[in-house]
C-alpha cells in the first residue's frame, strides 16, 4: 500500500524522472531506511539509478560511526553505491548554530557526491510529521508567507517523496517488513523547540484530531502553492515597473502598484530585495518590506536602512534601491540545479528538463537547450572572468570580453551579464549568444532548458 502511494507521490510530482540517477541520504534512522527500501522496489520499473550518501557528523561518538557503519552494510546488502564523510569534530566548537552549520556541510557533501554519481536528484527523507514540526515551529516565530511554505517537496536536484507520508505509516511499513535501523538517542531530547513540538504538541493535537500532523502538512503545501502564485506575480509587476538608474541603484515606479492590495505590493518589494541582492534574503525581514511600503505610501522621506548598509529612498513616485557595498560586487556566482533556479544582480534564470513531445522554442535569445549528456558538470551561473571564452559557429572560439566589444556592450553593463558555465566551458550568454557546446540534435533523448528573465535597464 505504502509503496504504492509513494510511487504514485513520485509520479504525480514528477521528482525523479524515468532513467535517471538519484543519491539517496541515509542516516540510519528509520524514515531514511524506508525511503531507501521504498526507491529500491521501485528502481527497476522506473530505471533508476541509486547510489547511498551518508554523512557522520561526529556529535555522538562511537554511535555516530556504528551508524556510518550500518549504512555501509545495508548500502552493500543492496549492492549500491556508497559514500561518505566523517565531519572534523572540530567543526562544532566555533560559535554559530551547530544545527545550521550541519545541514549547510551535510548538503554540500551530498551535492558532491550526486555530481560525481551522475545523479540529477537528492532523496531525503523528510515526512509529513517533519513537515507539520517545521510549520508550528515557524507559527509561534512569527514566520511571513514565505516560511510558511514549510518545507517544498522539491529544491532544486533536492527531492522528497516521504513528504505527504506519516510518521507512523512509515514506522508500520518499516515493522511489516522486518526492516532494521538506528535510533539517534538524541531525538527524544528536550532541548531543542523541534524535539518539544514532536514529542510534546503534536501527541495533543493528535488527540484532538486524528491525522493531525498530515492535515497541517497538506495546508502547509496550499501555503507554499499560494505563496508561490504571489511571488511569480510580484515578479511580473517588478519586471514591468523597474529601471536601472546610473550607477547600482535600481528604481520602482511605484505609480501603478500603489493601488495594489498591501499583500502584493510587500511582495513585490520583497522580490526587489531578492533581486538586488543576489537572490539572497539573509537577514530581511517582514519589518523591512512593511517600512519601504510606508514609504512608498505616505509623505515619508526616508530612507530605509536595510543590513549590509543597504538602503531604500523615494523620490517622487519612483523608489530607489540602493545596494550594500556587498550586493554592489562585481564578481558573482550561483550553483544551478537542473531543474531549478537561481537569482543573480542581472536577473534570474530558470532550468528544465525538456519532456519527451515538449516543443522547443529556438527564436527567443533568452531562452536555450542543451543536450543533458554533453552539458558538461557543475553549472554555474557567474559574472565574466579573464580568460573566459566562447565556441561560437563560423568563429569558434573567442574571447568573451572580445564578444562584448563586438556586441558593444556598454562597459558599465559587462560585469552584470550572467554566463552559464559548466565544466566543458561557457555554454551560454543569456541574450547575447549560445555556444556551440552541447547542441541539440534529432538524436538527444535528454534535452535541458533554459529561460533567462532580466532586470529592465533605461
Given at each position: 500500500?505504502?509503496?504504492?502511494?509513494?510511487?504514485?507521490?513520485?509520479?504525480?510530482?514528477?521528482?525523479?524522472?524515468?532513467?535517471?540517477?538519484?543519491?539517496?541520504?541515509?542516516?540510519?534512522?528509520?524514515?531514511?531506511?524506508?525511503?531507501?527500501?521504498?526507491?529500491?522496489?521501485?528502481?527497476?520499473?522506473?530505471?533508476?539509478?541509486?547510489?547511498?550518501?551518508?554523512?557522520?557528523?561526529?556529535?555522538?561518538?562511537?554511535?555516530?560511526?556504528?551508524?556510518?557503519?550500518?549504512?555501509?552494510?545495508?548500502?552493500?546488502?543492496?549492492?549500491?553505491?556508497?559514500?561518505?564523510?566523517?565531519?572534523?569534530?572540530?567543526?562544532?566548537?566555533?560559535?554559530?548554530?551547530?544545527?545550521?552549520?550541519?545541514?549547510?556541510?551535510?548538503?554540500?557533501?551530498?551535492?558532491?557526491?550526486?555530481?560525481?554519481?551522475?545523479?540529477?536528484?537528492?532523496?531525503?527523507?523528510?515526512?509529513?510529521?517533519?513537515?507539520?514540526?517545521?510549520?508550528?515551529?515557524?507559527?509561534?516565530?512569527?514566520?511571513g508567507l514565505d516560511g510558511?511554505?514549510?518545507?517544498?517537496?522539491?529544491?532544486?536536484?533536492?527531492?522528497?517523496?516521504?513528504?505527504?507520508?506519516?510518521?507512523?505509516?512509515?514506522?508500520?511499513?518499516?515493522?511489516?517488513?522486518?526492516?532494521?535501523?538506528?535510533?539517534?538517542?538524541?531525538?527524544?531530547?528536550?532541548?531543542?523547540?523541534?524535539?518539544?513540538?514532536?514529542?510534546?504538541?503534536?501527541?495533543?493535537?493528535?488527540?484532538?484530531?486524528?491525522?493531525?500532523?498530515?492535515?497541517?502538512?497538506?495546508?502547509?503545501?496550499?501555503?507554499?502553492?499560494?505563496?508561490?502564485?504571489?511571488?511569480?506575480?510580484?515578479?511580473?509587476?517588478?519586471?514591468?515597473?523597474?529601471?536601472?538608474?546610473?550607477?547600482a541603484e535600481w528604481r520602482?515606479?511605484?505609480?501603478?502598484?500603489?493601488?495594489?492590495?498591501?499583500?502584493?505590493?510587500?511582495?513585490?518589494?520583497?522580490?526587489?530585495?531578492?533581486?538586488?541582492?543576489?537572490?539572497?534574503?539573509?537577514?530581511?525581514?517582514?519589518?523591512?518590506?512593511?517600512?519601504?511600503?510606508h514609504l512608498a505610501t505616505?509623505?515619508?522621506?526616508?530612507?530605509?536602512?536595510?543590513?549590509?548598509?543597504?538602503?531604500?529612498?523615494?523620490?517622487?513616485?519612483?523608489?530607489?534601491?540602493?545596494?550594500?557595498?556587498?550586493?554592489?560586487?562585481?564578481?558573482?556566482?550561483?550553483?544551478?540545479?537542473?531543474?531549478?533556479?537561481?537569482?543573480?544582480?542581472?536577473?534570474?534564470?530558470?532550468?528544465?528538463?525538456?519532456?519527451?513531445?515538449?516543443?522547443?522554442?529556438?527564436?527567443?535569445?533568452?531562452?536555450?537547450?542543451?543536450?543533458?549528456?554533453?552539458?558538461?558538470?557543475?553549472?554555474?551561473?557567474?559574472?565574466?572572468?579573464?580568460?573566459?571564452?566562447?565556441?561560437?559557429?563560423?568563429?569558434?572560439?573567442?574571447?568573451?570580453?572580445?564578444?562584448?566589444?563586438?556586441?558593444?556592450?556598454?562597459?558599465?553593463?559587462?560585469?552584470?551579464?550572467?554566463?552559464?558555465?559548466?565544466?566543458?566551458?561557457?555554454?551560454?550568454?543569456?541574450?547575447?549568444?549560445?555556444?556551440?557546446?552541447?547542441?541539440?540534435?534529432?538524436?538527444?533523448?535528454?534535452?535541458?532548458?533554459?529561460?533567462?528573465?532580466?532586470?529592465?535597464?533605461?
Amino acid at each position: 500500500m505504502l509503496l504504492r502511494e509513494i510511487g504514485q507521490f513520485i509520479r504525480s510530482r514528477v521528482l525523479i524522472p524515468e532513467g535517471s540517477g538519484v543519491l539517496v541520504a541515509v542516516s540510519g534512522g528509520v524514515d531514511s531506511v524506508v525511503l531507501l527500501h521504498v526507491l529500491s522496489r521501485l528502481a527497476n520499473k522506473h530505471r533508476w539509478r541509486l547510489a547511498v550518501g551518508h554523512v557522520n557528523h561526529a556529535m555522538r561518538g562511537e554511535a555516530a560511526d556504528e551508524d556510518e557503519a550500518f549504512v555501509r552494510d545495508l548500502a552493500a546488502t543492496l549492492k549500491l553505491p556508497f559514500r561518505s564523510v566523517r565531519l572534523d569534530p572540530e567543526l562544532w566548537k566555533s560559535p554559530g548554530n551547530k544545527q545550521e552549520k550541519a545541514r549547510r556541510e551535510r548538503y554540500r557533501w551530498l551535492r558532491t557526491w550526486a555530481k560525481e554519481e551522475r545523479c540529477e536528484s537528492i532523496a531525503t527523507a523528510h515526512q509529513a510529521d517533519d513537515q507539520a514540526e517545521t510549520e508550528l515551529d515557524r507559527l509561534i516565530r512569527g514566520t511571513g508567507l514565505d516560511g510558511l511554505g514549510g518545507i517544498p517537496v522539491r529544491q532544486g536536484c533536492i527531492v522528497r517523496p516521504l513528504l505527504e507520508t506519516p510518521r507512523a505509516a512509515i514506522l508500520d511499513y518499516a515493522q511489516f517488513k522486518k526492516l532494521a535501523w538506528r535510533e539517534d538517542a538524541t531525538n527524544a531530547a528536550l532541548a531543542y523547540t523541534r524535539s518539544r513540538i514532536r514529542h510534546e504538541v503534536l501527541p495533543v493535537l493528535e488527540t484532538l484530531r486524528a491525522g493531525a500532523a498530515e492535515r497541517i502538512a497538506q495546508a502547509t503545501e496550499r501555503l507554499a502553492e499560494a505563496g508561490e502564485a504571489l511571488r511569480a506575480a510580484a515578479a511580473i509587476l517588478l519586471q514591468q515597473n523597474l529601471t536601472q538608474g546610473v550607477g547600482a541603484e535600481w528604481r520602482v515606479d511605484t505609480e501603478r502598484l500603489l493601488s495594489l492590495p498591501i499583500g502584493l505590493r510587500l511582495a513585490i518589494w520583497r522580490e526587489a530585495l531578492r533581486l538586488m541582492r543576489g537572490g539572497a534574503l539573509r537577514r530581511i525581514s517582514a519589518a523591512h518590506c512593511y517600512a519601504i511600503d510606508h514609504l512608498a505610501t505616505s509623505n515619508a522621506m526616508g530612507p530605509v536602512a536595510l543590513p549590509d548598509d543597504g538602503r531604500v529612498e523615494r523620490a517622487g513616485g519612483t523608489l530607489i534601491f540602493y545596494p550594500s557595498p556587498e550586493d554592489n560586487g562585481a564578481s558573482y556566482e550561483f550553483e544551478l540545479d537542473i531543474p531549478g533556479d537561481v537569482a543573480f544582480p542581472g536577473g534570474s534564470l530558470m532550468s528544465w528538463r525538456a519532456s519527451e513531445g515538449e516543443e522547443l522554442v529556438f527564436t527567443d535569445p533568452n531562452q536555450a537547450y542543451f543536450d543533458a549528456e554533453a552539458m558538461g558538470e557543475a553549472i554555474v551561473v557567474r559574472s565574466r572572468r579573464a580568460g573566459d571564452w566562447i565556441a561560437l559557429p563560423k568563429v569558434g572560439r573567442k574571447s568573451v570580453a572580445r564578444l562584448f566589444s563586438d556586441l558593444k556592450v556598454p562597459h558599465s553593463h559587462r560585469d552584470r551579464i550572467p554566463l552559464v558555465v559548466s565544466s566543458v566551458g561557457v555554454l551560454w550568454a543569456p541574450g547575447l549568444r549560445r555556444s556551440q557546446l552541447a547542441m541539440v540534435t534529432e538524436k538527444n533523448h535528454r534535452i535541458v532548458g533554459m529561460k533567462f528573465c532580466r532586470k529592465l535597464s533605461k
